[in-house]
């Protein structure tokens, strides 16, 4: 198994430029999350997904979007990227709802926006 | 008000000695799970332990405990024996209710083992 995997692992983009983070996961988990990590910030959710054709806003959703159209991909998109989502994205997935259900990470993308 | 408080940003551990990093937590809800998750310089984020808000006793797991004080809301992790690859970003993080679907997570504390 695969576990969670993330395309691209590095991207830069130009300001203004638009951009899709892939996340796929091989766990059939029905819960995936995005996160953005910056230094002394530890990690904020951006948007996260309970299932298929679902998806919902996290603490900082501005600027991104998300679908879930296949239960095993959650993708990110960068409509017109700015220089503050020059950050490290992670991807994860969880099983259940339990509150003993960890999430497991993906290995990250580091996205430079000049 | 901060979900998740981590109130060490560096920490420097001689190896060999035991470790606590601190993690305080804020919730009103009875049911939740607390997580801690290990960085490495790599960047992965790999899950070391858990505790729910309605154990007993302590997790452990390997050389990892978690020190869990309900009353004081704080979920403080001990790494005993601490080896050099111990050296990483350590993040506390908490779900809550049956029904959370977020993660809460703290700022993290870098912890360096000394040889």
């Known amino acids: 198994n695969a576990g969670v995997t993330q395309t691209p692992k590095f991207r830069v983009l130009k300001t203004g430029q638009s951009m899709t983070l892939l996340c796929a996961q091989d766990?059939?988990?029905?819960?995936m999350y995005w996160y953005r990590q910056d230094p002394g910030m530890g990690l904020r959710l951006i948007h996260y997904s309970v299932g298929e054709g679902t998806t919902a806003k996290g603490e900082v959703p501005d600027g991104y979007n998300v679908s879930r159209l296949k239960k095993q991909n959650f993708l990110l998109g960068l409509e017109s990227a700015a220089p503050s989502q020059t950050s490290v994205y992670f991807c994860?997935?969880?099983?259940?709802?339990?509150?003993?259900?960890?999430?497991?990470f993906g290995p990250g993308t580091r996205l430079t926006v000049l | 008000a901060q979900k998740i408080t981590q109130t060490q940003p560096g920490m420097f551990v001689q190896e060999k000695e035991a470790v606590t990093l601190d993690c305080t937590y804020d919730t009103s809800d009875p049911s939740y799970g607390l997580f801690w998750y290990k960085q490495p310089s790599s960047g992965e984020m790999i899950f070391l332990i858990y505790?729910?808000?309605?154990?007993?006793q302590n997790a452990t797991e390997g050389r990892y405990s978690l020190n869990f004080q309900k009353a004081r809301k704080s979920a403080n992790l001990v790494i005993s024996a601490s080896q050099l690859g111990d050296s990483a970003m350590y993040f506390c993080?908490?779900?809550?209710?049956?029904?959370?679907?977020?993660?809460?997570f703290g700022t993290g504390t870098s912890l360096t083992v000394i040889p």
């Open positions: 505790q729910g808000s309605y154990d007993q």
């Open positions: 994860a997935s969880s099983y259940g709802l339990a509150d003993y259900n960890e999430q497991f």
């Open positions: 766990m059939n988990h029905e819960y």
């Open positions: 993080a908490m779900r809550e209710g049956w029904a959370g679907n977020q993660f809460y």
